[in-house]
């Protein structure tokens, strides 16, 4: 009998195997979406939500975006306002002939507008809407429908060229988790600021192009953007932060009549904290090894010379813009590098005596130090006095 049994019950499985899954919904069904773009709706009290999402009919394999037929662009746009987030996909939803996939969002940008009164709504989907991927790259932005329809072009969709932003770590590369993790914590964190531009194509100037760039940092706390920070203080915040990769700097001296190209190969930041006098003083340390990609030095100093000015000249900007930078998030009271942690683990009870007004405190009885060490790798060339 339990032989019998044996059988029977392979044979079911055999049988279980061939036949098709009921619920399975075919790819040529879905339509995936690759970036969200909210901001405020003309009306108050709504949002204007766009999706950008590719269109498979319109790819053309191993092309780029240029490989299209004029005016056939590979990526859909759709915009719907309504109430809230979900409201707004639901009147989009109702339209296609495809189900949305939110799986695939790999970019989430936030209006200025939107970001100006708080972004709570955004925020609390994301945790509920467990379909939404908790590593996609959160950015703000001036103007949402320009960046949404921002000209590609190495890249075959404006979402590509925005992913990369973030994934190159030119600026900042926060994701929907570190925002809700700071979030939660009562703590600040920053976003890739963009900009964008229309600007006349190279190659044909009657065609006007939709450009976007990197245009700083947006300072974020308790859900809405308490500050902006120019390029420069961005950058040195990104560094702060642990988030920049390879930056780049020109320096001068001698009166600007001599001056070196310098690229980063290694950064580096730790941050330490300490209770003086009752006030919390945080260390910030940023470190660096740096290649001389090309420099002009008037005075033809020696190599050794040359690094020690270098290295002086290093500290001397990078540090004032590391400066600039935490002395804007103090005015806007917002801790985006989570210094807080450091005295809620170092100093327990300081953290709870203090959690609730750290605003505050971070902004008037907090001081912060920034120290700055430099190394040279190398020298490139060095140029002739003209």
Known sequence: MTKWLRYILILSLLLLTCTGCWSKIELDEWV????????????????????????????????????NSPGEKPYALISKTADTIPDALQKIQEDMTRRLNLSEIRVIVIGKKFAALGIADLLEWIKRESSVSMGAFMLAADNISDIAQLTPVYEQAPTQVLTSFASERHMMNTTARDCLISNAAGLGFPLTYLYSERIPSEEQPKQILNWTGIGGAALFNKEKMKGRL???????????????????????????????????????SSYEAKLEDGRPVFTIRISGRASVSKVRDIKKRNSLHLSAVIIERLNERIGSEVERAMEATQQASTDVLRLGELLEWKYPSYWQAHREDWEKTYKEGTTIKIITDFKINDFGKQTQDS
């Open 230 to 268: 120019e390029i420069e203080e961005g950058k040195a915040l990104a560094w702060a932060y642990g988030r920049l990769q390879n930056p780049i700097y020109s320096i001068v001296w001698d009166g600007e009549k001599s001056r070196a190209s310098v690229l980063f190969t290694q950064s580096n």
């Open 32 to 67: 995936f979406v690759y970036g969200l773009f909210i901001d405020v709706g003309e009306q108050p009290g709504t949002l204007k939500v766009y999706i950008s999402t590719p269109l498979p009919n319109h790819l053309n394999n191993g092309e780029q975006s240029g490989g």
